[in-house]
C-alpha cells in the first residue's frame, strides 16, 4: 500500500500516513472550512489500511497547535476507526497527543480526547 | 469635474471611524470571509500584547463564528475560489476596558434565527461541568444529514470566553432576521 502525504498550508495540516511503519502523523493547523476535502482522503486511506495491514501496531501521532471544531469531529473519526480495528482485528492503537508545554488549552484538549476514548493514549508536552 | 466626496460618503466615513474608534475595534470584515482573511487574522492576533492562550482562543471564535456564515448565512455571495455561493457577513473584533469582544452578524432564515438564540440560552443554562459533558456528547454523535459543522461551535465560543453568549435579533421580514453574536472574554484571564 503507498504512503499518502499532504504537504500542509495555511489553514491545513501536514500529513503523513506511512503504511510501511504503520506511523500517521498530522501536524499543524486545520481549519479548512470543508474539512472533508483534506479528510475524506485521510479516512479512506486508514480505512484501508486496517482492512489490509500485517502491522500488530499503529501509531496516531496528533501534533497541532490550532485546530477548529469541525477538525475536531474527523480526529474522532479516526479514533473511532483505530477503536473499531483494535477490537476487530487486533491492531493495537497508540494516539500520541502533542502539545507546547505552555498550552493549556491544547493539554485540555488532550485530556478530553483522553476521557473519551478506549484507547492507549499519551498526552506529550514539547 | 469635482473629485469632491459627496456629502453622505463622508458621513458615513466619519460615522464608521467613530463607531469602531468609541468600541477599540481594530478588525472589522464584511463579506465573503475566506481562509486567507482568516489566516491573516490569526497573525495579527498573535502580535497583541496579550496572553498567547488569549490570542488562540480570540482567533478560534473568529474561526468558528467565520464558518458559521460560511455555512449558515442567508446572505450569499458567490466565490471565486470555492466556485459556488457561500455566506457572507460582519465580524469585528474590539475592547473595552474589561473585554476582548468579538462579535458576528449574519442574516438568517427566521427558524433558524431561533434555534441559534435557544441554542444560546440552553448553553447559558449550563454550569461548566454540563457544558464539557454536552461538548462530548454532541460531538460523539453522528454527522447531521444536510449540516457540514460539527455542531459544536457555539458551545466551543462559550467554553473558551469562560463566559455567557451574548446575541440579539433583529427582524427583518417574515422570512428574514439579523442575528448578532457577541463572545466576550475577560482580559483577567492568564493575567
Known sequence: ?126 | MSMRLTDEELFSMHKFYQFVRANSMSLAFQGIISQDILSLVGTTLRKKPNSEIVSKRLFSIVVEMAQNIYHYSASRAYSEKDKKEIGVGVITIGENKDHYIVNSGNIATAHDAISVAERCEYINGLADEELKKFHKKTLREPQRADKPGANVGLIVMSRQSENKLFYDTTVINDQHTFITLSVRVSKKLFM
Open chain 1, 1 to 126: 500500500m503507498e504512503n499518502l502525504h499532504i504537504n500542509a498550508t495555511d489553514y491545513t495540516p501536514e500529513i503523513h500516513l506511512n503504511a510501511k511503519t504503520g506511523i500517521l502523523t498530522i501536524s499543524g493547523e486545520s481549519y479548512h472550512d470543508q474539512t472533508m476535502v483534506i479528510y475524506k482522503p485521510v479516512l479512506e486511506w486508514l480505512q484501508e489500511f486496517l482492512d489490509s495491514t500485517e502491522k500488530e501496531e499503529v501509531i496516531l501521532n496528533l501534533k497541532m497547535t490550532y485546530y477548529n471544531t469541525v477538525s475536531s469531529r474527523r480526529f474522532l473519526e479516526m479514533i473511532e476507526l483505530l477503536e473499531l480495528y483494535e477490537q476487530k482485528r487486533s491492531i493495537k492503537a497508540v494516539v500520541n497527543w502533542y502539545y507546547q508545554k505552555d498550552d493549556v488549552d491544547m493539554l485540555e484538549s488532550g485530556r478530553e480526547y483522553y476521557d473519551n476514548v478506549n484507547l492507549a493514549f499519551n498526552l506529550l508536552p514539547y
